[in-house]
């Protein structure tokens, strides 16, 4: 069975400063991993993926994560968040052996202060 | 392209009424997937279609709840009779067949089901 934990419910920046969003994962498998973000009203985009090339992946809008196997984590960071980033943010792992059933975290919803 | 698109963007109905929630996937894709978020909850899998057939049902909640995906292009989902919890937000997402792709889930905005 695989699971995603996301440390943070709530992250509040101010804009320019960094963004980090914690995820930690559990999988029994080599797993593929994700970050969706939501923004109001509308539906889930994806970020970036890790699929077991270059540990740290680069995605939309200036965001990164980095795989790290010892620690199973995958934590998205921005340098410099922007107004536009506020939105809430989904960690989540794939079991391609099972159809790519996708496991979500709860959830982090960031606040970006001007 | 059309991305995924889901009909109605937001349902209210009253407890014991009939509501059908409907996904187009992006054309070509014959994998689809329902997921549903409840209030306060993770976002959690309700079952996979390739083409028209149920891959995996196993996240379905109750037999209140029927999917279909005749032709193996749009599905539905039909909530009957619907109960105060099922509300929530129904997601639709769907990726490329086989081995084609690396996994990437494509969502609609999803449907915002409202039961009072």
């Known amino acids: 069975a695989q699971s995603v934990t996301q440390l943070d419910s709530h992250v509040s920046v101010s804009e320019g400063t960094p963004v980090l969003l914690r995820c930690n994962y559990s999988?029994?498998?080599?797993?593929?991993l994700f970050w969706y973000v939501q923004h109001p009203n509308k539906g889930l985009q994806l970020l970036l993926k890790y699929t077991s090339a270059a540990t740290l992946v680069k995605g939309i809008n200036g965001f990164e994560a980095e795989f790290k196997k010892s620690e199973t984590s995958f934590h998205l960071t921005k340098p410099s968040a922007h107004m536009s980033d506020a939105a809430e943010y989904f960690c989540?792992?794939?079991?391609?052996?099972?159809?790519?059933?996708?496991?979500f975290g709860g959830g982090t919803r960031v606040l970006v202060k001007p | 392209e059309a991305g995924v698109t889901q009909f109605p963007s937001h349902s209210v109905i009253e407890k014991g009424q009939t509501v059908t929630l409907r996904c187009d996937p992006i054309s070509g894709h014959d994998n689809l997937y329902w997921y549903r978020r409840v209030m306060g909850k993770e976002i959690k899998f309700l079952l996979h279609f390739v083409k028209e057939s149920k891959q995996d049902e196993s996240g379905m909640p109750n037999n209140r709840f029927l999917a279909e995906r005749t032709g193996g292009t749009y599905s539905t989902l039909k909530v009957q009779p619907a109960e105060l919890e099922d509300s929530g937000v129904y997601f639709c997402?769907?990726?490329?067949?086989?081995?084609?792709?690396?996994?990437?889930?494509?969502f609609g905005e999803g449907s915002r089901l409202t039961v009072l």
């Open positions: 999988s029994s498998y080599s797993p593929s």
């Open positions: 989540v792992v794939s079991d391609r052996a099972a159809g790519n059933k996708l496991t």
């Open positions: 997402a769907s990726s490329l067949p086989g081995n084609r792709g690396t996994g990437e889930l494509f």
